[in-house]
C-alpha cells in the first residue's frame, strides 16, 4: 500500500467489512433493463474481496429501473403504485441476477429487503441486524435493499444511499463505498460544465462551496450527488469512513482505494441505539418540554418525565420515535416514546406519584433518547 495515500484511504483499504452501495444507473441501461455485464464485473470485484478475505455486504438499487422494460414502460415512474410495482418485478430480476453471478464463486447470497421501520424499531432493528450478521458468518454475501414494494411515500428511506449508510452502521462495517456513474465527488456537477474532482473530504468545512445536485444524469436513479453526499456525513460521524467513485472503477475502490473522493471518519462510533434514533428516517411527533425537562433531558441524559412536558403533538403509537422540543420550539433531542399520544394529555405536567401505578412509567427513557447539537 502506497504511503501516499491518505488515512481514510488506507482504513477503507484494510476494511474488513465493507457496505458497497451500487446505485441503479451503474446496474441498468437507459432503456431500463438489467446491464448484465456490469452486474457481473461488480460480482466479480465483491467476489475477490471475499477471497481475500473480507466480508461485504451489498446494498443495491436496481428493482425499479430493472422492472421498466418487462413490464412494456417506457420510462421511470413517478407514481408509487407504478414504482412498486415496476420494483415487484424488477427485485426479483435484480436478485436472480446476483445469485446466479456469485454462483461463478461459489458464494450464495442472502436477499434482505428492508423499511424504514425495520430500522427505527428497536425489535425490527436487532432482527435485521441478526440476520445480516449470520448471513456474514454463514460465509454469504448480503444483498440488501429498500422494501418498495411495500414503502409508502411516509415511510420510505427514499434513496439507497441513506440506506447503505445506516447498514453501515447495522453491520458495524468498517467503510462504506458508494458506487455511481461519476467517478469522483466534483465542486460542481460535471454534466454541467467545468468542475474540479475532489480527492479528500475531512469534514463540513471542505464542503464548503460544493454544489451537489439531486438529479442524476440516466433518470434512473434517485437522490443524485446530494444524497451521497448526506450519507457520507451519516457515516462520517459514526466513526465509518467513505470512499465514492463509479462502478467502472470498483476494482480499485476495493482494492488500493486509491480512486475517487475519500470521507474521513469525523466522530466516533455511536452505540447502535442512539444512532439509529439520531438518524431515524422520521419522527411522528413532538413533545414540549418545559426548561427543567430539557435541562434533565440533554445535560443531565435523564428520563422525560410527565411532569416537564408541556404540550402533545402528532398521532403516535407507544414505540415510535418522536421529536424533543423546548420551549421556543428548537428540536433538542429524539427519543422512543413509551405511550400512544392518544393516553399523553391526561399525564403531561402531573408528578409521578400523582399517576396511577400503570402510568408510572417515563414518557422517554433515558436509554431511548439521543440529545441533538
Ligand atoms: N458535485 C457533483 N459531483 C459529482 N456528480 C454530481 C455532482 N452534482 C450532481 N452530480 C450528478 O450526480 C449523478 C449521480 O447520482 P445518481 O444518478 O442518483 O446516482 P446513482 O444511480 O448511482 O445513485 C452523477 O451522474 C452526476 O451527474
Ligand atoms: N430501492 C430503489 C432504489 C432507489 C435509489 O436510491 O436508487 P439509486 O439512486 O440508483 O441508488 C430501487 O431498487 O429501484
Same mark, same amino acid.
Given at each position: 500500500?502506497?504511503d501516499?495515500?491518505?488515512?481514510?484511504?488506507?482504513a477503507?483499504?484494510?476494511?474488513?467489512?465493507?457496505?458497497?452501495?451500487?446505485g441503479?444507473?451503474?446496474?441498468?441501461?437507459?432503456?431500463?433493463?438489467?446491464?448484465?455485464?456490469?452486474?457481473?464485473?461488480?460480482?466479480?470485484?465483491?467476489?475477490?474481496?471475499?477471497?481475500?478475505?473480507?466480508? $461485504?455486504?451489498?446494498?443495491?438499487s436496481?428493482?425499479?429501473?430493472?422492472g421498466?422494460?418487462?413490464?412494456?414502460?417506457?420510462?421511470?415512474?413517478?407514481?408509487?403504485?407504478?414504482?412498486?410495482?415496476?420494483?415487484?418485478?424488477?427485485?426479483?430480476?435484480?436478485?436472480?441476477?446476483?445469485?446466479?453471478?456469485?454462483t461463478?464463486?461459489?458464494l450464495?447470497?442472502g436477499?434482505?429487503?428492508?423499511?424504514?421501520?425495520?430500522?427505527?424499531?428497536?425489535?425490527?432493528?436487532?432482527?435485521?441486524?441478526?440476520?445480516?450478521?449470520?448471513?456474514?458468518?454463514?460465509?454469504?454475501?448480503?444483498?440488501?435493499?429498500?422494501?418498495?414494494?411495500?414503502?409508502?411515500?411516509?415511510?420510505?428511506?427514499?434513496d439507497?444511499?441513506? !440506506?447503505?449508510? !445506516?447498514?453501515s452502521?447495522?453491520v458495524?462495517?468498517?467503510?462504506?463505498?458508494l458506487?455511481?456513474?461519476v467517478?469522483?465527488?466534483?465542486?460542481g456537477?460535471?454534466?454541467?460544465?467545468?468542475?474540479?474532482?475532489?480527492?479528500?473530504?475531512?469534514?463540513?468545512?471542505?464542503?464548503?462551496?460544493?454544489?451537489?445536485g439531486?438529479?442524476?444524469?440516466?433518470?434512473l436513479?434517485?437522490?443524485?450527488?446530494?444524497?451521497k453526499?448526506?450519507?457520507?456525513?451519516?457515516?462520517?460521524?459514526?466513526?465509518?469512513?467513505v470512499?465514492?467513485?463509479s462502478?467502472? !472503477?470498483?476494482?480499485?475502490a476495493?482494492?488500493?482505494?486509491?480512486?475517487?473522493?475519500?470521507?474521513?471518519?469525523?466522530?466516533?462510533?455511536?452505540?447502535?441505539?442512539?444512532?439509529?434514533?439520531?438518524?431515524?428516517?422520521?419522527?411522528?411527533?413532538? !413533545?414540549?418540554l418545559?426548561d427543567?425537562?430539557v435541562?434533565?433531558?440533554?445535560?443531565?441524559?435523564?428520563?422525560?418525565?410527565?411532569?416537564?412536558?408541556?404540550?402533545?403533538?402528532?398521532a403516535?403509537d407507544?414505540?415510535?420515535?418522536v421529536?424533543?422540543?423546548n420551549?421556543?420550539?428548537?428540536?433538542?433531542?429524539?427519543?422512543?416514546?413509551?405511550?400512544?399520544?392518544?393516553?399523553?394529555?391526561d399525564?403531561?405536567?402531573?408528578?409521578?406519584?400523582?399517576?396511577?401505578?400503570?402510568?408510572?412509567?417515563?414518557? $422517554?427513557?433515558?436509554?431511548?433518547?439521543?440529545?441533538l447539537?
Amino acid at each position: 500500500m502506497s504511503d501516499q495515500l491518505s488515512a481514510t484511504r488506507k482504513a477503507v483499504a484494510a476494511a474488513q467489512r465493507v457496505v458497497v452501495k451500487v446505485g441503479s444507473s451503474s446496474l441498468t441501461t437507459t432503456k431500463g433493463g438489467l446491464d448484465a455485464a456490469r452486474l457481473a464485473a461488480l460480482v466479480d470485484t465483491v467476489a475477490r474481496r471475499v477471497a481475500a478475505g473480507g466480508q $461485504v455486504v451489498l446494498v443495491s438499487s436496481g428493482a425499479i429501473a430493472a422492472g421498466i422494460a418487462p413490464l412494456g414502460l417506457r420510462r421511470r415512474p413517478k407514481d408509487l403504485a407504478t414504482q412498486q410495482a415496476a420494483a415487484s418485478v424488477g427485485q426479483q430480476a435484480l436478485a436472480h441476477a446476483y445469485a446466479e453471478s456469485f454462483t461463478r464463486y461459489d458464494l450464495t447470497v442472502g436477499q434482505v429487503l428492508l423499511t424504514a421501520d425495520d430500522v427505527v424499531r428497536r425489535g425490527h432493528y436487532r432482527n435485521a441486524q441478526r440476520t445480516l450478521n449470520r448471513l456474514l458468518g454463514l460465509g454469504a454475501v448480503p444483498v440488501v435493499n429498500e422494501n418498495d414494494t411495500v414503502a409508502t411515500h411516509e415511510i420510505r428511506f427514499g434513496d439507497n444511499d441513506r !440506506l447503505a449508510a !445506516l447498514v453501515s452502521h447495522l453491520v458495524g462495517a468498517d467503510a462504506l463505498v458508494l458506487l455511481s456513474d461519476v467517478d469522483a465527488l466534483y465542486d460542481g456537477d460535471p454534466r454541467r460544465g467545468d468542475a474540479s474532482a475532489i480527492r479528500e473530504i475531512n469534514g463540513d468545512a471542505d464542503m464548503e462551496g460544493v454544489r451537489a445536485g439531486r438529479t442524476g444524469a440516466s433518470g434512473l436513479g434517485t437522490g443524485g450527488m446530494a444524497s451521497k453526499v448526506e450519507a457520507a456525513r451519516v457515516a462520517c460521524s459514526s466513526g465509518i469512513p467513505v470512499l465514492l467513485t463509479s462502478a467502472a !472503477l470498483a476494482d480499485r475502490a476495493l482494492g488500493p482505494a486509491d480512486v475517487g473522493t475519500a470521507f474521513a471518519a469525523t466522530g466516533s462510533r455511536l452505540s447502535a441505539r442512539r444512532f439509529w434514533l439520531a438518524h431515524a428516517a422520521g419522527a411522528n411527533g413532538r !413533545l414540549w418540554l418545559d426548561d427543567g425537562a430539557v435541562a434533565a433531558v440533554v445535560k443531565r441524559r435523564r428520563s422525560l418525565l410527565a411532569a416537564g412536558v408541556t404540550a402533545v403533538e402528532g398521532a403516535f403509537d407507544g414505540g415510535d420515535v418522536v421529536e424533543l422540543v423546548n420551549p421556543v420550539g428548537k428540536v433538542v433531542a429524539r427519543g422512543v416514546v413509551a405511550y400512544d399520544a392518544t393516553e399523553l394529555p391526561d399525564l403531561i405536567g402531573r408528578s409521578t406519584h400523582e399517576l396511577p401505578a400503570e402510568q408510572r412509567r417515563e414518557v $422517554v427513557h433515558a436509554d431511548d433518547l439521543v440529545p441533538l447539537r
